[in-house]
């Protein structure tokens, strides 16, 4: 007998339609039977996807930048973070005295800032990864012993999976230091997650491993990355020269002096010494090196690079200007493709002047990351000249800012978009940006950018 086909909701190419069962009434006449090309299906479409999030990559420090990840998170998830790998203050200087290698701090401030805080679980590994050991050596030691054998209250809700896995850098990174016994370590105001990040790094014998393990522990959405500048597992040393000719050793001497390595650092701006000069430059230098004699010139890391050539936004960070931004600007290869770019380039200008900015206008930040994505002041053949406005087309500047924005001088540098955000009052630091309007000037600055993009391009048609 004649087999009918039936058209009945959605079909799928990999189906058969629904044969008549044998004993069903005889079908119609085949005059009756819609052609197939007139025959309709009924179905409810599914809807449109929704657009993809913006990409950005932000250049930062580990302090200023950390309080708007959290309102970042509910714009775009897609952000690159560029991090420098020189600090060598607080607890960050004594892993490095006595293992070497990358200092860590910045990078795991950050990845505690991106972890998941959506379950009891989440929130018990960042409260572990977050906490810091007493002042006191002795105490700091004492508490120490107790996180790495298991019997601190830390551990209350973390799970026997994360408890072993974390555990188990802590006590690598406990026998790589009694392995260095004439080294002694000190325990003093210590960060569990730097200690982590140690023992892993040094157990991979990788930087960038160590951060995939923590990014997977601390649940940090994986379109999110936390990227180190250099992708290195040697120690590096960041210097700088005065325009007096003085050289500075370390970033920590040159943004907030101490007088030993367990000794807190106090990032009060109103309370830090006045450098003798301004500064001309930052440059890397051997990790035993004193003066111009003794730069060397590492590699970027190539993911950097990657990222760079293909975000929709690049962001410098407000912060330390020449100890968290610049480090990432002065490597070859990092000017050439932001210059190259027609994308968004973004400063997020300072609130407050500090130790290394004092005195310094608006222009004056264009004019030190201009310096240092054209390498001004280095090695002759790895000059680049480029305009102020190739890396910097649009300047956010929090209300109230204490440091003067000359717009006129700003315009002769080929810059016209200034943008003002709201602003707080931290009793500490000064002017900073409240970061709810700071996440929303930025996304209605891409937004528009984005728009005057798809206009450009219909219009070209």
Same mark, same amino acid.
């Given at each position: 007998?004649?087999?009918?086909?039936?058209?009945? &909701?959605?079909?799928? %190419?990999?189906?058969?339609?629904?044969?008549?069962? %044998?004993?069903?009434?005889?079908p119609?006449? /085949?005059?009756?039977?819609?052609?197939p090309?007139?025959?309709?299906?009924?179905?409810?479409?599914?809807?449109?996807?929704?657009?993809?999030?913006?990409?950005?990559?932000?250049?930062?420090?580990?302090?200023?930048?950390?309080?708007?990840?959290?309102?970042?998170?509910?714009f775009?998830?897609?952000?690159?973070?560029?991090?420098?790998?020189?600090?060598d203050?607080?607890?960050?200087?004594? *892993? #490095?005295?006595?293992?070497?290698?990358?200092a860590? &701090?910045?990078?795991r401030?950050?990845?505690?800032?991106?972890?998941d805080?959506?379950?009891?679980?989440?929130?018990?590994?960042?409260?572990?990864?977050?906490?810091?050991? @007493?002042?006191?050596?002795?105490?700091?030691?004492?508490?120490?012993?107790s996180?790495?054998?298991?019997?601190?209250?830390?551990?209350?809700?973390?799970?026997? @999976?994360?408890r072993?896995?974390?555990?188990?850098?802590?006590?690598?990174?406990?026998?790589?230091?009694?392995?260095?016994?004439?080294?002694?370590?000190?325990?003093?105001?210590g960060?569990?997650?730097n200690?982590?990040?140690?023992?892993?790094?040094?157990?991979?014998?990788?930087l960038?491993?160590?951060?995939?393990?923590?990014?997977?522990?601390?649940?940090?959405?994986?379109? %999110?990355?936390?990227?180190?500048?250099?992708?290195?597992?040697?120690?590096?040393?960041l210097?700088?020269?005065?325009?007096?000719?003085?050289?500075?050793?370390?970033?920590?001497? *040159?943004?907030?002096?101490?007088? &030993?390595?367990?000794?807190?650092?106090?990032?009060? %701006?109103?309370?830090?010494?006045?450098?003798?000069?301004?500064?001309?430059?930052?440059?890397?230098?051997?990790?035993?090196?004193?003066?111009?004699?003794?730069?060397?010139?590492?590699?970027?890391?190539?993911?950097?690079?990657?990222?760079?050539?293909?975000?929709?936004?690049?962001?410098?960070? /407000?912060?330390?200007l020449?100890t968290?931004?610049?480090?990432?600007?002065?490597?070859?290869?990092? &000017?050439?493709? *932001?210059s190259?770019?027609?994308?968004?380039? #973004?400063?997020?200008?300072?609130?407050? @002047?500090?130790?290394?900015?004092?005195?310094?206008?608006?222009?004056?930040?264009?004019?030190?990351?201009?310096?240092?994505?054209?390498?001004?002041?280095?090695?002759?053949?790895?000059?680049?000249?480029?305009?102020?406005?190739?890396?910097?087309n649009?300047?956010?500047?929090?209300?109230?800012?204490? #440091?003067?924005v000359? #717009?006129?001088?700003?315009?002769?540098?080929?810059?016209?978009?200034?943008?003002?955000?709201?602003?707080?009052?931290?009793?500490?630091?000064? *002017?900073i940006?409240?970061?709810?309007?700071?996440?929303?000037?930025?996304?209605?600055?891409?937004?528009?950018?984005?728009?005057?993009?798809?206009?450009?391009?219909?219009?070209?048609?």
């Amino acid at each position: 007998m004649a087999e009918a086909w039936l058209c009945l &909701g959605p079909t799928f %190419s990999n189906s058969l339609p629904l044969p008549l069962p %044998s004993s069903s009434p005889s079908p119609p006449s /085949m005059a009756s039977v819609p052609s197939p090309r007139h025959r309709r299906c009924y179905s409810n479409p599914d809807p449109p996807p929704p657009p993809p999030q913006p990409a950005l990559l932000v250049f930062s420090g580990g302090t200023a930048f950390n309080g708007v990840v959290e309102d970042l998170k509910t714009f775009t998830t897609r952000v690159a973070h560029v991090l420098p790998v020189s600090d060598d203050g607080g607890s960050t200087a004594e *892993i #490095v005295r006595v293992l070497g290698g990358p200092a860590v &701090g910045d990078i795991r401030s950050r990845c505690l800032r991106l972890s998941d805080q959506s379950t009891a679980e989440a929130l018990a590994v960042r409260n572990l990864l977050g906490h810091r050991l @007493p002042l006191d050596p002795l105490k700091a030691k004492s508490e120490w012993y107790s996180i790495v054998e298991g019997d601190h209250t830390l551990w209350k809700g973390v799970s026997k @999976p994360y408890r072993e896995t974390i555990r188990s850098f802590l006590v690598y990174f406990q026998s790589q230091i009694l392995r260095r016994a004439e080294e002694s370590f000190c325990f003093s105001n210590g960060s569990i997650g730097n200690f982590f990040f140690a023992g892993a790094r040094i157990f991979f014998r990788s930087l960038d491993a160590a951060i995939f393990l923590f990014s997977r522990v601390s649940d940090i959405p994986p379109e %999110s990355l936390v990227l180190p500048v250099i992708s290195t597992n040697d120690r590096l040393t960041l210097g700088c020269e005065l325009w007096d000719g003085t050289i500075i050793r370390g970033q920590n001497e *040159i943004s907030h002096p101490t007088r &030993g390595t367990t000794e807190l650092i106090n990032k009060d %701006s109103f309370s830090t010494p006045a450098l003798p000069s301004k500064i001309k430059r930052v440059f890397y230098m051997s990790s035993e090196g004193k003066n111009l004699l003794h730069e060397v010139f590492p590699s970027p890391n190539a993911t950097v690079l990657e990222q760079l050539s293909n975000v929709d936004c690049i962001v410098y960070a /407000m912060g330390s200007l020449f100890t968290s931004i610049c480090p990432s600007l002065v490597l070859l290869g990092i &000017g050439e493709i *932001i210059s190259s770019r027609s994308c968004l380039k #973004v400063l997020m200008l300072n609130g407050t @002047p500090d130790r290394e900015t004092n005195g310094f206008s608006a222009s004056c930040f264009v004019t030190a990351i201009t310096d240092a994505l054209n390498r001004t002041y280095g090695d002759p053949c790895n000059r680049l000249q480029n305009p102020p406005s190739q890396y910097i087309n649009t300047i956010l500047v929090p209300r109230n800012s204490s #440091v003067p924005v000359d #717009v006129d001088r700003l315009n002769a540098q080929g810059i016209f978009d200034v943008i003002v955000v709201d602003s707080l009052r931290d009793s500490k630091v000064g *002017i900073i940006y409240d970061p709810k309007s700071l996440i929303r000037a930025l996304a209605d600055l891409i937004d528009r950018y984005m728009k005057s993009r798809v206009k450009e391009l219909i219009d070209a048609r």
